[in-house]
């Protein structure tokens, strides 16, 4: 079935420092969802892209799905303590939006202040 | 708008024991999923529903998870007997509809197996 690795698995980051993570798979994507999940909570969607180069900004992240819709990034500038968390890709498998919606392991952020 | 409420918020079993989920989704949402969640790793589908019909439970433990959605409303997953391996926590989620993107999640039920 479809995978999407994600990495790095860890990030260590001074607050103010930038932060990137990648998902990437070996199939064509339909459409990439980013979720954020904080200690001890729940994921929380950010956004999802659909089309291929897409670029999508929110604040101070940036949102990428690859031209080849195969891979798609994350990446926080300046970050903040308040962006501590795990971040996941998720992609539905199969076209559309019907397939079950499969997630990477996740990049842990650590913000140092 | 009220989130997605599960119960209980913590359970602890011993190994062959059973235990029960419960979670009641958005107000509307016709799609309710369940996922297991492992410490340190990604969400995993459990089972997801379209109203009260099974749309995947491909990756679902058949031998002791079960789920229901009688109602097209509520959900109960349970799991009989539980294995220590089974120590996860069980994150409800739903959405509008199988052509909506956006799943919203509830704070999960964490289970762990002695």
């Known amino acids: 079935g479809q995978q999407v690795m994600q990495i790095p698995q860890y990030q260590h980051v001074q607050e103010g420092e930038d932060f990137t993570t990648y998902c990437n798979s070996s199939t064509t994507l339909s459409n990439i969802q980013w979720y954020k999940q904080r200690p001890g909570g729940h994921p929380v969607f950010l956004i999802q892209?659909?089309?291929?180069?897409e670029v999508k900004k929110q604040k101070r992240l940036t949102f990428q799905f690859g031209e080849a819709k195969k891979n798609s990034s994350l990446h926080i500038t300046a970050t903040q303590t308040t962006d501590v968390g795990t971040y996941f890709c998720?992609?539905?498998?199969?076209?559309?939006?019907?397939?079950?919606?499969?997630f990477g392991q996740g990049t842990t952020l650590q913000v140092k202040p | 708008e009220a989130g997605v409420a599960q119960s209980p918020r913590y359970k602890i079993i011993e190994k062959r024991q059973s235990v029960a989920f419960w979670c009641n989704p958005i107000?509307?949402?016709?799609?309710l999923y369940w996922y297991q969640q492992i410490l340190g790793q990604g969400p995993k589908l459990l089972i997801q529903?379209?109203?009260?019909?099974?749309?995947?439970d491909s990756q679902l433990p058949k031998d002791r998870f079960s789920a229901e959605r009688l109602k097209g409303v509520d959900s109960t997953l349970k799991i009989q007997p539980a294995k220590l391996e089974d120590s996860a926590v069980y994150l409800c989620a739903s959405s509008l509809g199988p052509m909506t993107g956006e799943l919203f999640f509830g704070e999960g039920s964490r289970l762990t197996v002695l």
């Open positions: 107000s509307g949402h016709a799609t």
């Open positions: 529903f379209q109203n009260n019909g099974v749309v995947d």
């Open positions: 892209l659909v089309k291929s180069g």
């Open positions: 998720a992609s539905r498998e199969g076209s559309g939006n019907t397939g079950k919606l499969i």
